[in-house]
C-alpha cells in the first residue's frame, strides 16, 4: 500500500470558490439519495468492504458534479487548480459539501482521486489509511491536496465546527498536456 502524501496550498482562491459554491446550493444532488434506497437489494451490507463509496447512498452528504456546474464555477475551480499545460479532456471534478452532522463512511475507492480541501478546520477532516494498522486524521486546511492509495480505508466524520468544502478530481491532478 502506498502512503498519504499531503501537499499545501495547491488550490488558489479557495475562498472564491465556496462563495461561488454556496451561490449554488440549490444545485447540489443529496445523499442518500431516497430512490436509492428504496431499490436496494434485501442483502445490502452497507459495511462491505469491497464497496465504492461513489455510488455509495448511506453517507449523508451533498455533491455538484462537474457536468451540472454552472460554468462560472466550474472555471473558476479550473483557475485554482490548473496550470495553462494540463490537457483536461480525460479530468473530472466535483465539489462535496458536508454540512453540521453530514459524514462518509468508512469505504477504499476503484480510481485513484484527488482531495483538495477548500475549508479549514481543527476538528474535521479526512480520517485515512496511511499505512498496515495505521490510521491518520488530517485536519481540513484550505488549499491542501491528499493523495492517497485507492485501497486505502478512509471516512470522514460527522462535521462539527461549520459547512465543510471539498473538491475530488479524478485523476488526481490536472494532467499535464502530452508532446
Not at 20 to 34: H, I, K, T, V, W
Not at 101 to 116: A, C, W
Not at 140 to 147: F, K, M, V
Request: with cysteine; hydrophobic share 35%.
Amino acid at each position: 500500500m502506498n502512503g498519504i502524501s499531503i501537499t499545501p496550498d495547491v488550490v488558489r482562491g479557495c475562498g472564491e470558490i465556496i462563495a461561488m459554491a454556496e451561490r449554488y446550493r440549490r444545485l447540489f444532488s443529496d445523499y442518500p439519495d431516497p430512490a436509492a434506497k428504496r431499490n436496494r437489494p434485501a442483502d445490502w451490507d452497507p459495511l462491505n468492504p469491497y464497496r465504492d463509496s461513489e455510488y455509495e447512498d448511506d453517507d449523508r452528504y451533498h455533491v455538484l458534479q462537474m457536468a451540472q456546474m454552472p460554468r462560472d464555477l466550474a472555471l473558476t475551480i479550473l483557475k485554482g487548480i490548473a496550470t495553462p499545460d494540463c490537457d483536461l479532456r480525460n479530468f473530472y471534478f466535483q465539489i462535496n459539501r458536508y454540512d453540521i452532522g453530514d459524514y462518509i463512511l468508512p469505504h477504499r475507492d476503484s480510481l485513484q482521486q484527488g482531495l483538495y480541501m477548500l475549508t479549514d478546520s481543527e476538528v474535521d477532516g479526512l480520517v485515512v489509511q496511511s499505512g498496515p494498522g495505521r490510521m491518520e486524521f488530517v485536519p481540513d486546511r484550505a488549499g491542501t491536496l491528499i493523495e492517497h492509495d485507492p485501497a486505502a480505508w478512509h471516512w470522514v466524520d460527522p462535521v462539527r465546527d461549520h459547512v465543510r468544502y471539498t473538491l475530488v478530481t479524478i485523476p488526481a491532478r490536472p494532467p499535464a498536456r502530452r508532446g
